[in-house]
């Protein structure tokens, strides 16, 4: 049997250069070279595949989001992931379980409301439902008055799911290693080459290459990476954890989200509560896990499901994240010619990885950027026109 | 666990703060700046790896503004002070 991805010499010289092997770095490369015959294409890796945020997701794939631009954008990367397993010859696990947002408060309903409206104009399944609803769907909630902040609607959303996201990884380095892309893992990029604001070359731990193209798909990194073309971006780069159960019996079917409590919880095939909340109270390239977090954690799922208050907590990690200030993504052109952005991914990101790095690889093939993403170019922000996506994005993920 | 001194209460747990950014100069001229210049101080961030002079707010305590020096990678912090125009640029 042969490897997923072969191990290669760096070539001196590549069409396009990718840095960073998470999901969307690796499916550029994978759309670059399938669909547009740009096969001479590097993905670079500073440690190993899959290790920095795709690895490290709680894997909630959703598109219930409350800008329009945005439905249609995520909406396109769940069609993608329904038809992912077929395409990439792997079992990626899309389980399309149910995604419930809870309410505990009038503010939440009402976000909730406008979101379901846009949602369903854009074509997306998605309602306001009531408690005794709730209730039947996920009967472990406690729904009565007796909570500090008691639920009182939610927002339903049944194509949400969640996803084994190692396997999208290791599908697109696959498919992408089939096409001809060499994914350089241990290859840490140090420089980025300028001359006239345009892209030259790559500095690496490895030596040196030569490319007109390069895509900065390092997430919680992108700054450093932006830094070494001379560019600043509107990113804050913060750790965001989670945590998982040790396995139980089967009992929770839906992704459950509280905004309120700042928790959410789904339950893994394995039986593992994988548990998670907002990004930590201050920005820090660290990934260390926190007492509190897992303090404040525990207690906020137990006001939500008391039943849960003898399970025991198995592991805590963190990963670092790329927040932008309207939770919204920056993808596409940089002032520094040959330098693509697809960077600001926050808390967000994996579930888009599908639809960014094929609207990616269109916008670095055609040099033209594709209608579905120009609501998230680098320059919205000098135009003072940026997204607003902080009320369908700030917890749920 | 993190501890901050605080410049006027000592040495305090993180938890007392809130982060205020890292710190970045306003336009000199407010009334002359122009929508780049604007845009570049609201939203456009260093956001190093590496040390980082930042803002930090005693909420929980006297609700003192000061600054720190902080490593982001490894969170040591080296140094806080309050503001003055002497210690800022
Ligand atoms: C705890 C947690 C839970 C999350 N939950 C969800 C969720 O439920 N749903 C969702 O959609 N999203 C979620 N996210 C967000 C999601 O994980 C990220 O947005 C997404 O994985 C980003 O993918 P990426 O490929 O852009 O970046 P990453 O997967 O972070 O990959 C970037 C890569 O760049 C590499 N790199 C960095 N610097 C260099 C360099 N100098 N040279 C070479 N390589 C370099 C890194 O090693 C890393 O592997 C979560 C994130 C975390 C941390
Ligand atoms: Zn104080």
Known sequence: MSRMWQVHELRDRYDAVIIGGGAHGLCCAYYLASEHGINNVAVLEKRYIGSGGSGRNTAIVRSNYLTPAGVRFYDASLKLYERMAVELDINVMLSQRGHITLAHNDISLRTMRRRAEVNRLQGVESRLILPDEIKQLCPVLDVSDRPRYPIIGALYHPPGGIIRHDAVVWGYAHQADAHGVHIHQMTEVTGIEVSGAKVTGVKTNRGQIKTETVLNATAGWCSTISAMAGLRLPVITSPLQAAVTEPLKPFLDVVVVSGSLHVYVSQSDRGELVMGASVDPFPSYSSRGSLDFAESLASHIIELMPGLQRVRLMRQWAGIVDMTPDYSPIMGFTPVEGFFVDVGWGTYGFKASPIAGKMLAECIATKRTPDLITPFSLSRFNEFDLMGEAGAASVGH | ??????????????????????????????????????????????????????????????????????HTKTNEILSTFRWGPDRTE
Do not use: T
Not at chain 2, 27 to 47: C, E, I, K, M
């Open chain 2, 1 to 70: 666990m993190l501890i901050l001194k605080c410049p006027n209460c000592g040495q305090r747990n993180v938890s007392e703060f809130r982060n205020g950014g890292e710190y970045r100069p306003r336009p000199s001229r407010p009334l002359d700046a122009d929508d780049q210049q604007w845009s570049n101080y609201v939203f456009f961030r260093h956001n190093v790896s590496g040390l980082q002079k930042e803002w930090w707010y005693h909420r929980n305590g006297c609700g003192l503004w000061f600054l720190a020096e902080r």
